[in-house]
């Protein structure tokens, strides 16, 4: 068991109990941030959003989020091109069969926002910020990043480097966000995995888009994958591999709840001010 996972099941057995709080605890608040840029067609599009659906309706992912820590998660999606777009869903609680059901069928009716350039940056931001807004607690928070190119807002189309997305990501994880993870779709010639393409998308996640514990990167041929690839991934980051942050031998339990009291704490005052 990870530290977060421990201290993240004390601390919604600690709300649970007082009954004093005014956000909802949860295993995992998880934002799924969609590029909407030209690049990504209206056939895509559709292909992205009934794979966001059909990873909900999933049995497995659907079992992962009930064995979770407080048996729910907390998700949200979001979009950016240019730039951040804002919500294409509500934060939405799942914690049944019939809500995740429920919420599948939100995600097949999602209507797009967005069409311009790729600005990361901007939708990392964006998605980052909303943390703070929303009525839940946990502490895990994770950005699940889904596109199919670089930044080429803030740096050059063919840039590997690019120093605006590495700042937002740091900034994000600096603050509410505790981890940011990628899914890039393969858009040959020019971003991919398969080492023809003029930037390559798991080398770029990894110099400039993912971070924290357990963070991770991974690539799908194209959108007719991608519902293969987002299933796999959500069960990932909902049931994250174990030892991911490994519990020091001997850590006192009291001294873990003080350690979750205070996460929470901390979280719950960021989101009131």
């Not at 079992?63 to 048996?71: A, C, D, M, V, Y």
Request: aromatic content about 8%.
């Amino acid at each position: 068991m990870t530290i977060k996972a421990f201290i993240g099941g004390l601390s919604a057995a600690f709300v649970l109990s007082t009954g004093s709080a005014q956000s909802a605890p949860v295993s995992l608040e998880l934002m799924l941030l969609t590029d909407t840029s030209g690049s990504v067609s209206s056939t895509d599009y559709n292909l992205i959003r009934n794979g966001y659906a059909a990873a909900f309706e999933d049995n497995e992912v659907q079992q992962k989020i009930l064995n979770s820590s407080t048996g729910s998660i907390a998700v949200a999606v979001s979009f950016f091109d240019s730039f951040y777009r804002g919500l294409g869903t509500a934060w939405t609680l799942i914690d049944s069969v019939a809500s995740a059901n429920a919420y599948a069928q939100t995600l097949r009716n999602m209507n797009r926002l967005g069409s311009g350039s790729t600005g990361l940056a901007a939708g990392i931001t964006g998605a980052a910020a909303s943390f703070a807004a929303n009525d839940f607690e946990s502490t895990r928070q994770v950005i699940d990043v889904t596109g199919d190119g670089n930044e080429n807002v803030q740096c050059g189309q063919n840039e590997t480097d690019c120093a605006a997305v590495q700042n937002a990501r740091d900034a994000a994880l600096a603050g509410e966000t505790d981890v940011i993870n990628a899914l890039f779709v393969n858009d040959p010639p020019f971003f991919g995995d398969t080492g023809s393409e003029n930037v390559d998308s798991i080398l770029y996640g990894e110099t400039n888009v993912i971070g924290g514990p357990g963070s991770f990167v991974v690539a799908a041929s194209g959108f007719d994958d991608f519902e293969r690839a987002i299933r796999a991934k959500i069960i990932r980051e909902v049931a994250p591999p174990p030892n991911t942050v490994p519990v020091p031998a001997g850590l006192p339990l009291i001294l873990t709840g003080v350690l979750g009291f205070a996460a929470l704490k901390r979280r719950r005052s960021n989101k009131a001010a």
